[in-house]
């Protein structure tokens, strides 16, 4: 851990930290810097004290003594360089590593106080690392872009993720149309590249891709198109039960979870008590199978099966049903060739957007007060960078293969989660749509 050129002498535990006493082994080949002379004599002895590795959470002082020559030639005095120390901030180079990994994971203050330095030094070197990552980097646009959001206190980021390989490629200051076209001035040389764009249903990024990006297919996230159906259904539960007393709001709010459970997530158990509530309000049992109905869209292998379920959709809905969905109605017509899309593009979604969001936001929540340069720089330039493989988990695939329900789906997800489908980039691509 010391460095082959020091000896440990003596170590102690203090209740501000490990000191640890050294002094530099005897070099042989050392020689004058100036004359290059051999024939050195000792001068003095000098005591450096440097910042080190913190051994678990507590700060390590390494005090070195070591040895000023005089150069018997030519009469000038050095000391002996120490290849492991940072003689700018007199600390060793392996506790600058040590806080360049921290900083990542933990906020500055936290880092400055387990290696027993000042806060402006934990940013300075964070900052110096940075410079030195993006100067490396070639960052390239991807082929399979998501766009979406994240709230984060009371403002609203864009985050750009990378579809195909499942990470987060960017963190926008707001998702205002300058911003947005601000990027794209960035990226002008490869806007050309770009293929496919998933993102919901927010009008600045429709006019991004299509004034920016030519050759690229936009497709609406289906969740946000699925979450409206979702919303007609709490609006109805919420206009029944301002008509109910207060134990049975009590008992309607308990089964909130249930109403907006998707079906294929049900049990023999919550089937049979959502299909009590259903019978006791005709109005929710009404809206709550409408949404149904439009949620078997999502199942249909093409644009066109799936245009004919949407059409079956509205003529099912009555005029009590019909102000429930009117979001929904709207977003259909107004989004339609870019909702349908989705049947044509490999089913692409911005799941993966969505779970990094929430990644995000942990990392928010851990660095309170970060300044947005300092978070974007955190999210993306980590040595590990801030990936995530799928919207689902190992446990929601294998839970629905012990339900046994939606096996083939449930297998697949389980390929993918276990990188077992190598197929995923080739089958970007879009398919036949007999129209």
Known sequence: MYYEQLKIISQEDTAYGVVVNAEVKHNDNIYCPYCKSIKLKR????????????????????????????CIDCKKTFTEKLAFVDERRITTYGCV?????????????????????????????????????????????????????????SECRC??????????????ETRKKDT????????????????????????????????????????????????????????????????LTIKERLQLKDDTRLLLMNFERLDTKTMSRLY????????????????????????????????SVYNSFMA????????????????????????????????ISNATAETLNREVGRKFDVGDGYSFNALRNKLLFSPKGLTYDLGYSIRDATK?????ILLDKAQDILNDILRCDDTFKSKLLPNEVDE
Request: hydrophobic share 45%.
């Open 43 to 70: 001068h003095k002895n000098n005591i450096i004290t440097l910042r080190d590795i913190p051994q678990g959470i507590k700060p390590v002082v390494l005090q070195i003594k070591r040895i000023r020559y005089q």
């Open 97 to 153: 590593k040590s806080i360049q990994h921290s900083a990542f994971k933990m906020p500055f203050v936290d880092v400055a106080k387990m290696h027993g330095v000042d806060e402006k030094t934990v940013r300075n070197i964070f900052n110096e690392y940075i410079g030195e990552v993006q100067a490396k980097l070639d960052r390239v646009l991807p082929e399979v872009m998501g766009i979406d959001e994240v709230y984060l206190g």
């Open 159 to 172: 985050i750009i993720t990378n579809l195909q390989d499942n990470y987060l490629f960017d963190l926008l």
């Open 180 to 243: 947005l076209f601000k990027f794209c001035k960035e990226y002008q040389e490869q806007l050309s590249n770009v293929r496919i764009v998933c993102m919901d249903l927010w009008q600045p990024y429709k006019q991004m891709v299509q004034t920016n990006m030519p050759n690229a297919v936009i497709v609406a996230d289906r969740f946000h198109v699925q979450r409206m159906a979702t919303n007609a259904v709490e609006a109805a539960r919420k206009f029944v039960r301002k008509q």
């Open 276 to 307: 009590e509530l259903l019978e006791r309000f005709p109005l929710l049992n009404n809206i709550w199978w409408a949404k149904e109905r439009f949620n078997i869209l999502w199942n249909m292998e093409t644009a066109k099966e799936a245009k």
């Open 316 to 347: 099912s809905l009555d005029i009590e049903a019909q102000p429930y969905f009117k979001d929904l109605i709207t977003a259909m017509k107004n989004w339609e060739t870019e909702i349908f899309n989705y049947f044509s593009y490999a089913r």
């Open 400 to 404: 629905m293969v012990n339900k046994g």
